[in-house]
């Protein structure tokens, strides 16, 4: 199973998320959080007392307390190799965020909301994160 972190400050989001997740299965626990800050603690809580990092972060750019982008800044704070793959899923049009947060090494897509299955089935089955689309 794959652990996953979705980062929105929009609860109707996190639970489609949560839903759209279990639909493709493969991903368990996922946990959720409102705001980068809270995401962003917990994942250095994670680190510094050795247990496991999520393998996938669903991350939304504007956020109160914490944005994304302050996220993937404070990524920075864990030990190399960490592993964590983020997902930006957004529905901001501005090119220079899209270009700061592709810009991050933890970045592996930047997708726009509403968020699609079979689109971020597409991006994570080649990677073994979850079924192939349509299965």
Do not use: N, Y
Not at 36 to 59: C, H, K, M, T, Y
Not at 123 to 134: H, K, N
Request: proline fraction near 9%; charged fraction near 20%; glycine fraction near 10%.
């Amino acid at each position: 199973m794959t652990s996953v972190f979705l980062v929105d400050d929009d609860p109707v989001f996190l639970m489609l998320g949560r839903k759209m997740l279990g639909k493709l299965g493969g991903f368990a626990p996922i946990d959720s959080f409102l705001d980068g800050r809270l995401a962003l603690d917990e994942l250095l809580r994670r680190s510094r007392s050795g247990q496991s990092l999520p393998a996938l972060v669903l991350l939304d750019i504007r956020m109160p307390v914490l944005d994304g982008l302050g996220f993937l800044e404070g990524l920075a704070g864990l030990p190399p190799g960490h592993g964590i793959r983020v997902v930006i899923v957004s529905s901001s049009l501005d090119p220079t965020e899209r270009a700061q947060a592709l810009a991050s090494p933890h970045v592996m897509a930047f997708l726009d909301k509403p968020l699609d299955r079979d689109r971020l089935a597409s991006l994570l089955a080649p990677m073994g994160l979850c079924r192939p689309p349509g299965t």
